[in-house]
């Protein structure tokens, strides 16, 4: 399994701090983007900010929060693993895997797993989005 490192845009925090995302409810999905088209950290801020590969032969993109909480100024929403898989087709070359609200009212952006080159999931195959490795990616602390 290719590994991958998770990235939150910079929007977000804004996001969180102005009410836009209720990561407890909202429901969370995945855009996939090519090397070519890179998601930038700092100037993305809602799905339409983005270039998509263009892929209906997948599975779910919807993603399971599992657990929301805070514990001593600490949140952590925990995301489930969620696995990808290519049926009718393949789905083309992609390097990101990016986590949008899809409940806000512009598709806000919260951040992104990069892979490191562009993958293709061949019919058939799958692919797993490993989010739970890290414990809990959407973590902000207010001290």
């Given at each position: 399994m290719?590994?991958?490192?998770f990235t939150?845009f910079?929007?977000?925090?804004?996001?969180?701090?102005e009410?836009?995302?209720?990561l407890g409810?909202?429901?969370l999905t995945?855009?996939l983007c090519?090397?070519?088209?890179a998601?930038s950290?700092?100037?993305?801020?809602?799905?339409s900010d983005?270039?998509?590969?263009?892929?209906?032969?997948?599975?779910?993109?919807?993603l399971t929060v599992?657990?929301?909480?805070?514990?001593?100024?600490?949140?952590?929403?925990?995301?489930?693993?969620?696995?990808?898989t290519a049926s009718g087709?393949?789905?083309?070359?992609?390097?990101?895997a990016?986590?949008?609200?899809?409940?806000?009212?512009?598709?806000?952006l919260i951040?992104?797993?990069?892979?490191?080159?562009?993958?293709?999931?061949a019919?058939?195959?799958?692919?797993?989005?490993?989010f739970?490795?890290?414990?809990?990616?959407?973590q902000?602390s207010?001290?």
């Amino acid at each position: 399994m290719p590994s991958s490192t998770f990235t939150v845009f910079h929007a977000f925090v804004e996001d969180v701090m102005e009410g836009v995302h209720n990561l407890g409810s909202d429901t969370l999905t995945v855009a996939l983007c090519a090397a070519a088209n890179a998601p930038s950290q700092s100037s993305d801020g809602q799905l339409s900010d983005l270039t998509q590969i263009s892929y209906t032969n997948a599975s779910s993109r919807v993603l399971t929060v599992s657990a929301s909480s805070h514990t001593s100024g600490l949140y952590k929403a925990i995301i489930n693993d969620l696995t990808l898989t290519a049926s009718g087709g393949s789905i083309a070359a992609f390097r990101y895997a990016v986590v949008y609200n899809d409940t806000a009212t512009n598709d806000e952006l919260i951040g992104y797993l990069d892979y490191g080159s562009d993958l293709t999931i061949a019919d058939g195959e799958s692919l797993l989005l490993d989010f739970s490795a890290t414990n809990g990616i959407l973590q902000n602390s207010i001290a």
